[in-house]
Nanobody, 114 residues
């Protein structure tokens, strides 16, 4: 099992920046991919960005060019969010796909005001 600890998020005005951290605290060498998804109440959870253990990244069209996902260490993944828009407001969830299954973090709120 992989346990995930999320940090970061908060409130910012449009055009501002926020950083989300996701740290795996166990079985880190079983991880194949980590990423961020977001969900607005009443909507389905959607992909934001993912990164493989080899550093291959994938972004949703809506965030491409504004968000950057990268490995800070073998166990910690960062999502740098720049030029934030009100439509980026959501609960952001970290997810990992590992050899033992898929695991989710508890979620962190990001609020962007206009």
């Amino acid at each position: 099992q992989v346990q995930l600890v999320e940090s970061g998020g908060g409130s910012v005005q449009a055009g501002g920046s926020l950083t989300l951290n996701c740290k795996a605290t166990s079985n880190i060498f079983s991880i194949n991919t980590m990423g961020w998804f977001r969900q607005v109440a009443g909507n389905e959870r959607e992909l934001v960005a993912t990164i493989t253990k080899n550093g291959v990244t994938n972004y949703a069209d809506s965030v491409n060019g504004r968000f950057t996902i990268y490995w800070q260490s073998r166990s910690t993944m960062i999502l740098q969010m720049n030029t934030l828009k009100p439509e980026d407001t959501a609960v952001y969830y970290c997810k990992t796909e590992s050899r033992t299954g898929d695991y989710w973090g508890q979620g962190t709120q990001v609020t962007v005001s206009s």
